[in-house]
């Protein structure tokens, strides 16, 4: 009778954890292969660039030297010139990104016009296409503006921004306009009874309402344009006008004289503004992705 009661209680046992595993079990390992396949490139990049030789091979055995001659070597270059020249590059792409896209949401939502409507199947088709298509005639229109606007033309930071804005416009617009959906408009006829213009009604009622989709906007809008490396390359010609992609590139570019210490340092230390300011954005993020799940 013992053993019937020990052996049921056993089957239950592993009927117990098989459903525990098949429910909920499972969810736990895929994180877990996840947090691995997404920590482990972090962590080695961290050890190259502690590395004494300075090369990937040697980076094999995680942390077995540790110097910090990489990081002292970085002052010898124009990192921190192209530390500079990302962050301004960027911040104003994404203060442009946010101010061009909300002022074009807005109008698309708001009002009614002729043209409308294809306006809005104009920007949904135009997020089918990336920037990177049009790499060619971007060359070519800055080029030949270097000849008319030398600011706007090749080797110019603000024409780079230019192109960025450009680019960055239509799928923004497209997102921001759903945002601006959700809100009443019972908010602007209230407004305008109480004889608040346009104007006031933008930057006084409705911009402070989508604060989360603008966060998540301008977060974008900084990435893209911190990891870009392909217009970067293409616009930018002098060393000291690079940003970090095209620069930190340079340095591996050569097969016989790649310095992957120094890349990996440099690599590091270019993943701090996007951290900070991810972690400063976070609680705009998440209230943008629950506001929005919800309409009305």
Same mark, same amino acid.
């Given at each position: ?30 994180? *877990? ?9 972090? /962590? $080695? ?6 590395? %004494?030789? !300075? ?17 002292? !070597? ?31 949401? $807005? ?7 002729t ?13 089918? &296409?990336?920037? *990177? ?13 270097? %000849? ?12 780079? /921004? &230019? ?7 239509g ?6 306009? !759903? ?6 408009r019972?908010?602007? %006829? ?13 930057w006084? /009622? ?15 809008a &900084? /990435? ?22 095209? !620069?930190?590139?340079?340095?591996v ?30 609680? $705009? ?12």
């Open positions: 009778m013992a053993e019937n009661t020990l052996s049921v209680h056993r089957r239950a046992g592993r009927g117990g954890v098989a459903r525990w595993f098949a429910e909920l079990g499972w969810r736990h390992l895929v994180a *877990v292969i996840a947090s691995a396949v997404a920590v482990f490139p972090i /962590i $080695y990049i961290v050890s190259a660039s502690l590395a %004494e030789r !300075g090369t990937l091979t040697g980076s094999n055995e995680l942390f077995r030297t540790i110097t910090f001659s990489h990081y002292a !070597g970085l002052g010898d270059t124009y990192f921190w010139t192209w530390v500079v020249n990302t962050l301004v590059i960027g911040l104003v792409t994404a203060v442009g990104t946010v101010l061009m896209g909300a002022a074009a949401a $807005y109008a698309f939502s708001r009002f009614r016009f043209g409308r409507r294809a306006g809005l199947a104009t920007l949904l088709v135009l997020q089918m &296409f990336p920037q *990177v298509l049009a790499f060619v005639a971007i060359f070519i229109l800055v080029l030949g503006l270097r %000849e008319v606007v030398p600011v706007l033309g090749l080797n110019s930071q603000l024409g780079l /921004i &230019f192109v960025y804005l450009g680019g960055a416009l799928v923004n617009t497209f997102l921001i306009y !759903g945002f601006f959906n959700t809100i009443p019972d908010l602007d %006829e209230a407004a305008r009874i109480d004889g608040a213009s346009h104007a006031q009604i933008y006084t /009622i409705i911009l402070p309402l989508v604060r989360p989709v603008l966060a998540v906007v301008g977060l974008l &900084f /990435i893209a344009t911190f990891s870009d490396f392909v217009l970067a390359r293409l616009i930018l010609v002098s060393e000291e006008r690079w940003t970090l992609a095209v !620069g930190l590139y340079s340095w570019a050569g097969e016989l004289d790649a310095n992957w210490g120094l890349f990996a340092a440099g690599a590091v230390i270019s993943a701090a503004p996007v951290l900070i300011l991810f972690l400063a954005l976070q609680r $705009y993020i998440v209230g943008g992705l629950t506001a929005g799940a919800v309409k009305g």
